[in-house]
């Protein structure tokens, strides 16, 4: 199984690299920071407008690959992502918003499978039932909502409850409430407050694609032979279905999970932007407006890194629930 | 469909009607399931509304109306007006419009894409198979929403069109995968290898014997990517990287509406509704599709149950 793993990253190292390359230089073709400083007023003259650009290792007159030469220099030797637009750090910014993003992505994201797996296996466990039915009905209809609209209904809905009770109910801007006097458990009760609707608008998707695929995979199993031969050799019908049934209809599921953490990736940053959180997201968003590149790139790779990881986890989740799998 | 181009020594051709037998079974199964029935009415009634609803009102989807600013549904502005006293009905029918046009166009060009490339993937093997899985699990690493926003700025003044390729560029990947295993078990079958040693060219065999029998697949994936795709031409275009004015889509009205929609709820509602239901029905048809047309299930769902003891709870 390790040499296996080993396989396996390696060839996403060799994916990443390319990948990072390529959105480097699709950023460097697509956004174009000399006319944001052409713009600036005064307008600062071209060879200033040059400088500054070639001092933030953006200058569209040097070719392409070298700029990315010296960017991923300063990137494997310093641990340097480069400066944004403003000539700030861009490492100073990333690691800000990192926490914030991690935050959402990690409890939204296992929320949402935990919640999936569970009500899938429920569902298929009492197929037909009225909570079968209920629970099918709810995840098409959320599967058939796009995440920012689940957000902005989520949040429309918080409006709706500090208008209606003449105070804020439950948080819906940002991550926690700015100047908050008290301690630390006022601290972290502030935080799970502030995290409730972005985590939900999240998990809320992550639970209905999950519980469709859970319910068929488990309603496979529900008919296999070796279920009834579990519940013949005298184990409950219960621990019967969890330690055959469940582990067995959750293998297929390790690979939809590195799928679905592009759209919950994706999902993330909408739901950051709508709900104030300044986490990575939100700042792709504000940085393709501001034709920052290293911005956009560092983004990138953020976002190349955590599907990687995710997928990496999936090999590994894979290769140890499967006895079948021994490379 | 296999059993007869396994008996069949003459290639059948491509759009030869499938047996009336599986034909006739696969329509019944359609009509039996009530969600693909509704799911294709609320459908067709979308189409309609979309394509005859600008005939309906008096009002144009741009003209300003100072008189009616910000006015609620009345018998006048059937959706009721926004800020500048544009009609909102004939805005979101115009939006509408839009958004169908793009998620069909995406499916289409989606579809094709990721069935040639799995079906040459699979059935030519070796380098060429290598290479489009690396491109495939290259283009995996990115969310194609990132790339998209990156090269939208390009696109300004392009026109929507371009935004139809690039989403389709995008949305192709993970199709092609299933396509390319499912080839790879159909390369080597009787009627494929028996097509090649008559010396039928690959192509012709990818396109004549290859995809006909994952059409099946392809068409309930289809179905799905349409709706797939509206979601996210309506986010894309929310966060200002998709459908731009003079052109409306739903998207681009909901993103109007959104700083509205507590105080004037129907500048959002009407918008948001219409997209999540044209989505539920397209769904509602992919799912039907798939129980009427997978050969491996028995008689649609019901079965399955007959085939199980129901148990009560101990």
Redesign the interface.
């Known amino acids: 199984m390790i040499r296996y793993l080993a396989k396996r990253l390696s060839y996403y190292a060799v994916?990443?690299v390319?990948?990072v390359f390529?959105?480097y230089a699709?950023?460097c073709?697509?956004?174009?920071p000399r006319a944001y400083f052409e713009a600036k007023q005064p307008r600062p003259s071209a060879a200033a407008v040059d400088r500054q650009l070639t001092a933030l290792n953006i200058n569209d007159r040097t070719p392409v690959v070298e700029r990315f030469a010296t960017w991923a220099d300063g990137l494997v030797f310093h641990a340097d992502l480069g400066r944004t637009i403003h000539n700030t750090s861009v490492n100073e910014e990333f690691g800000r918003r990192i926490w914030v993003s991690l935050r959402l992505l990690l409890i939204g994201s296992l929320l949402g499978m935990a919640l999936g797996v569970a009500g899938g296996a429920w569902s298929a466990v009492k197929?037909?039932r009225i909570s079968d039915r209920t629970l099918t009905v709810f995840s098409?209809?959320l599967?058939?909502?796009?995440?920012?609209?689940v957000a902005?209904?989520l949040k429309?809905g918080a409006?709706?409850a500090k208008?209606a009770a003449g105070h804020e109910v439950i948080p819906f801007t940002g991550y926690e409430t700015p100047n908050l006097a008290g301690g630390l458990g006022a601290h972290l009760g502030d935080w799970a407050l502030h995290l409730l609707l972005p985590t939900l608008s999240l998990a809320l998707g992550g639970l209905a694609t999950y519980s469709r695929y859970q319910r068929s995979t488990m309603?496979d199993v529900?008919?296999s032979d070796y279920l009834r031969t579990a519940e013949a050799k005298g184990l409950?019908?219960t621990r019967a279905l969890l330690k055959h049934g469940l582990r067995t209809a959750v293998i297929p599921m390790s690979t939809m999970f590195a799928?679905s953490f592009?759209?919950i990736?994706?999902g993330a940053?909408?739901t950051e932007?709508i709900f104030g959180w300044h986490g990575m997201g939100e700042w792709?968003?504000q940085a393709?407006?501001e034709?920052d590149i290293n911005a956009?790139v560092a983004?990138?790779l953020f976002?190349?890194v955590v599907?990687?990881a995710a997928g990496f986890l999936a090999d590994a989740l894979h290769a140890a629930l499967d006895p079948r799998v021994r490379y | 469909m296999t059993t007869t181009v396994l008996t069949d020594t003459v290639p059948v051709p491509a759009g030869d009607p499938a047996p009336s037998g599986r034909l006739r079974l696969v329509l019944a199964r359609l009509t039996a399931a009530r969600g693909v029935l509704v799911g294709a009415a609320i459908v067709l009634l979308l189409f309609l509304l979309a394509f005859l609803g600008p005939y309906l009102t008096p009002w144009d989807y741009a003209t300003p109306n100072y008189t009616a600013i910000r006015q609620p549904p009345s018998a006048e502005h059937w959706f009721g007006t926004n800020g500048i006293g544009q009609d909102v009905f004939a805005q979101t029918v115009r939006g509408l419009q839009k958004s169908l046009v793009i998620g069909l166009l995406v499916a289409l060009f989606s579809t094709v894409l990721a069935s040639l490339v799995g079906a040459c993937a699979g059935y030519f093997g070796g380098w060429t198979d290598r290479a489009l899985m690396?491109l495939v699990?290259?283009m995996?690493?990115?969310?194609?929403?990132?790339?998209i926003?990156?090269?939208?700025?390009?696109l300004r003044g392009t026109g929507w069109l371009a935004f139809v390729l690039l989403l389709g560029l995008f949305n192709w990947m993970?199709t092609a995968r299933v396509v390319r295993s499912m080839t790879l078990s159909l390369k080597e079958r009787e009627f494929v290898r028996a097509a090649s040693f008559m010396g039928v060219r690959p192509f012709r065999i990818i396109l004549r014997h290859i995809l006909p029998n994952v059409s099946s697949f392809l068409i309930i994936d289809a179905t799905i990517t349409v709706?797939g795709a509206v979601?996210?031409e309506?986010?894309l275009s929310?966060?200002?990287?998709g459908v731009r004015a003079p052109d409306v889509s739903l998207g681009t009205l909901?993103a109007a509406g959104?700083g509205d929609?507590?105080v004037f709820p129907w500048l959002?509602y009407f918008a948001?509704a219409l997209?999540?239901l044209f989505?539920?029905a397209?769904?509602?048809i992919g799912d039907g599709l798939r129980d009427a047309l997978d050969p491996t299930a028995d008689a649609g769902r019901p079965a399955?149950?007959a085939?199980?003891p129901r148990?009560r709870n101990?």
């Open positions: 994916l990443l390319v990948a390529l959105a699709l950023s073709t697509a956004l174009g197929q037909y098409f209809v599967l058939s909502t796009p995440v920012f609209l902005l209904l429309n409006i709706a208008n309603l529900l008919g409950t019908r799928y592009l759209g990736f994706t940053a909408f932007t792709f968003i393709i407006n034709q956009v983004v990138n976002a190349a599907i990687l | 690396f699990d290259l995996l690493i990115f969310p194609s929403f990132l790339i926003a990156i090269v939208s700025p390009k993970i709706g979601m996210s309506a986010a929310y966060f200002g990287f909901l959104t929609a507590p959002f948001a997209l999540v989505v539920l397209v769904n509602l399955r149950t085939r199980r148990r101990p």
